[in-house]
């Protein structure tokens, strides 16, 4: 069954160091998801893209987050300089269409920013 | 902010259902409620959808009340692999609609 992969499963950096976060989406979906997770805390949307552009994002996403597809593959998220609060698991979901009723996730990257 | 509330907790014996609630009084009429749920920080996995009707898939049963301001997801069977928490989520199917999490409910099932 197809599925939505993320790399890397894990990754440490210090404050104010630059870290992008890859997902590959599930082949011919079209709409892609970025989520957050702090540690015992919900789940909370952060941005939506489709055809090259957001679609919406929260007010988590600001500007010290990008995104980007940069081929027809891999989906990012960039942060530019990380804070502490920044430390959570992101999780990347793609969906098919614009009336699909499943999102898809993936397993997640836990974010330790120290 | 979730547009829904749920138990914190419920524990369930294994094989039995498991039936979880959920209040969602201020749906709208173009709302679905969704079912996702989270296996120890894994990434969020789709249970089920409905709209008004009651729905059944292989995984579990959605039951929405006439008037849309509650529903149950049951798992018919439980098992200690389902142990998880459970989230109920209303969304207006437009565009790429993000999904708006609650606290959701954590559900134990005891061998």
């Known amino acids: 069954e197809p599925e939505v992969t993320q790399t890397p499963s894990h990754q440490v950096t210090q404050m104010g160091q630059e870290v992008i976060l890859r997902c590959v989406p599930i082949?011919?979906?079209?709409?892609f998801y970025w989520y957050r997770q702090i540690l015992g805390q919900k789940v909370e949307f952060l941005v939506s893209?489709?055809?090259?552009?957001?679609?919406?994002k929260s007010e988590i996403f600001d500007d010290q987050f990008s995104v980007e597809r940069p081929d027809g593959s891999n989906f990012t998220l960039k942060i530019r300089s990380t804070k502490l609060e920044d430390s959570a698991m992101y999780f990347c979901a793609s969906s098919d269409w614009v009336g699909a009723h499943e999102q898809y996730f993936g397993p997640g990257t836990r974010l330790t920013v120290t | 902010d979730a547009k829904t509330t749920q138990p914190t907790s419920m524990d369930c014996a294994e094989g039995r259902a498991a039936n979880l609630p959920c209040n969602h009084s201020?749906?709208?009429?173009?709302?679905?409620v969704y079912w996702y749920r989270q296996i120890h920080s894994q990434g969020p996995q789709y249970i089920i959808h409905g709209l008004k009707n009651n729905e059944t898939n292989e995984m579990a049963s959605l039951i929405i009340t006439e008037d849309r301001k509650s529903s149950t997801l049951i798992l018919p069977h439980a098992t200690l692999r389902d142990t998880a928490v459970y989230y109920c989520?209303?969304?207006?199917?437009?565009?790429?609609?993000?999904?708006?999490f609650g606290k959701g409910t954590r559900l134990s099932v005891i061998a």
């Open positions: 893209f489709y055809n090259n552009e957001i679609s919406e």
């Open positions: 989520i209303v969304r207006a199917l437009s565009g790429n609609t993000p999904l708006v």
């Open positions: 082949s011919n979906h079209l709409y």
């Open positions: 201020t749906i709208s009429g173009n709302e679905y």
